[in-house]
Nanobody, 122 residues
């Protein structure tokens, strides 16, 4: 499956953005999907993941209650709704797909899209 992320941009602290990741391929619905991010000078980190059915989700602690991951298998798209954004959320955001169960480890994700920049100003 090939992935293409979009929706990033510049937003003030407290604002919102919705990232989208469109996927190609007929097997999209069997993949667990996730968002990771990487800030300058830092390692890539897990943000959120959703199971193939969309029933199970998982988030890193710092985004719980602010970010929501969802997927639309009919549209081959995964979303990340980000509310109450903070300057520390500034990073390049990547979507990824895993043929395995939902995971927070980047090692389990075999397909990656190009990132989309999110910049939150204070």
């Amino acid at each position: 499956v090939q992935l293409q992320a979009s929706g990033g941009g510049l937003v003030q602290a407290g604002g919102s953005l919705r990232l989208s990741c469109a996927a190609s391929g007929r097997t999209f619905s069997v993949y667990a999907l996730a968002w990771f991010r990487q800030a300058p000078g830092k390692e890539r980190e897990f943000v959120a993941a959703v199971s193939s059915t969309g029933i199970t989700t998982e988030y890193r602690d710092s985004v719980k209650g602010r970010f929501t991951i969802s997927r639309d298998n009919a549209k081959n798209t995964v979303y990340l709704r980000m509310n109450s954004l903070k300057p520390e959320d500034t990073a390049v955001y990547y979507c990824a797909a895993s043929p395995f169960r939902l995971s927070t480890s980047s090692r389990n994700y075999k397909n990656w899209g190009r990132g989309t920049q999110v910049t939150v100003s204070s």
